[in-house]
Every structure is written in C-alpha cells, then in structure tokens.
C-alpha cells in the first residue's frame, strides 16, 4: 500500500471551475513534488517543495498553483483549465537532495477537464 | 541527448518465464542512483528497485533483480517467474546528485503477460 495518499483519485471539471487536488504523506519526507503524466508518456516534473518552500517550477502555467501548508501535505490549486490539461496528476515525496533517495508516488488523480 | 534510454516499447512474455527490461543511461555524475518503476492500468506508480552508483553488488527484491553493468552504462530490470499481474508499463529513472537531485525517467516498456 503507498503511503502518499491523494485526493480526490477522480476529478471532472469545467474550464470555469476552480478546485483543488491534494496529497499527504506520512514518511516524514521532507521533500514533495507533483508531476503530470499523459497517456503513454512518462511523468514530468511540475513543482518541487523542499522543506516546505518552493524549489523548483518547471515554467508551469499559472493556472496551476501549488501549495506546501506544513511538511505532510501538498495541494494543487486548479483553476481555468484547458482541456489539454487532462492527464494523471502524481504527488511523490523524498527526502531532499540525494540520489540515494527513493522519491515515492501516490496512487494519482485522474483530472479531466470539459 | 536521452539521459534515459528504454529501447523496448513493448515485450511479451509468458507466464513463469524470465524476462529482462533494457535501460541505459547517461550521466557525468560520479554519484546518481537508478530506479525501477511499475505503473499499472490505474495509475499508481510503483518503487520496485533501486541501484546506487557505488554499490558493488546488483540490487535484488524478491522476483525483481537489477543487472547493473556501470562501464555500459546499463540497468536492466529482471523479473523471474512472470505473473499475470505484472503486465503494465515499465520505467527505467534515475537520479543524480548535482543540481535539485530530481528524478529522470525513461520512456518506459509496456509488458504483458500471457497465460
């Protein structure tokens, strides 16, 4: 069983809408990360928190917000959408820095957007 | 340049036979670790094995092994006694020390199983 939890794992919404996806962890990892997958591409990499402050954004829209309100857990803030933006949203968490460590994944949430 | 090389897009095999996953992977960093990962038809993706650079000896977990051949620059996954719940999509990733220390993925093997 993954110990990163994500919710919601489904999420339909309007180009209008604002919602929000979230995860948790409970490894005390001190490093989360949110990726997008499209279908039968590898992950790519969107955001970094490394001990709850933003490290990296990999030039992501802002349309997508993210937010590290303490150490377990990690939002992302949706709003305005494109359809194009349909994927598989992944949360991972790691701790930070070196190539020793494992980065662990959640189950995903699965956004398609109408 | 691919850091990241997985060659096989797709492979069969059946089940209770061996299987090898190829990876490749390029890198001027003295210090990265490897990963394997499993994604099945839901999403969810899977920390299966991890090779560290320095490590003498090929990493192994349970019917996972990784052949680590670091003057090739090749990590291969291999998984022995197929099962019918292996079949999904496959990726080879690693990471490296400098920079932000993030994870590089190939792009990935799909594998079936038959009966």
């Known amino acids: 069983d993954t110990e990163v939890t994500q919710t919601p794992k489904h999420l339909v919404m309007g180009m209008t809408n604002k919602k929000s996806l979230k995860c948790e962890q409970h490894?005390?990892?001190?490093?989360m990360y949110w990726y997008k997958q499209k279908a039968k591409k590898p992950p790519e990499l969107m955001f970094v928190y490394s001990y709850e402050k933003l490290s990296i954004n990999e030039s992501v829209p802002s349309r997508f917000s993210p937010e590290c309100p303490n150490s377990s857990l990690l939002n992302l803030h949706l709003h305005a959408l494109q359809p194009e933006d349909s994927a598989l949203y992944l949360c991972?968490?790691?701790?930070?820095?070196?190539?020793?460590?494992?980065?662990?994944f959640g189950e995903g949430s699965w956004l398609t957007v109408v | 340049a691919q850091k990241i090389t997985q060659t096989q897009p797709g492979m069969f095999v059946q089940e209770k036979e061996a299987v090898t996953l190829d990876c490749t992977y390029d890198?001027?960093?003295?210090?990265?670790?490897l990963f394997w990962y499993k994604q099945p038809s839901s999403g969810e993706m899977i920390f299966l094995i991890y090779q560290g650079s320095y490590d003498e000896q090929n990493a192994t977990e349970g019917r996972y092994s990784l052949n680590f051949q670091k003057a090739r620059k090749s990590a291969n996954l291999v998984i022995s006694a197929s099962q019918l719940g292996d079949s999904a999509m496959y990726f080879c990733?690693?990471?490296?020390?400098?920079?932000?220390?993030?994870?590089?993925f190939g792009k990935g093997t799909m594998l079936l199983v038959s009966p």
């Open positions: 490894m005390g990892h001190r490093a």
């Open positions: 991972a968490s790691s701790q930070p820095g070196s190539s020793g460590n494992t980065i662990y």
């Open positions: 890198t001027s960093d003295q210090s990265y670790g």
């Open positions: 990733a690693m990471r490296e020390n400098s920079g932000y220390s993030t994870l590089t």
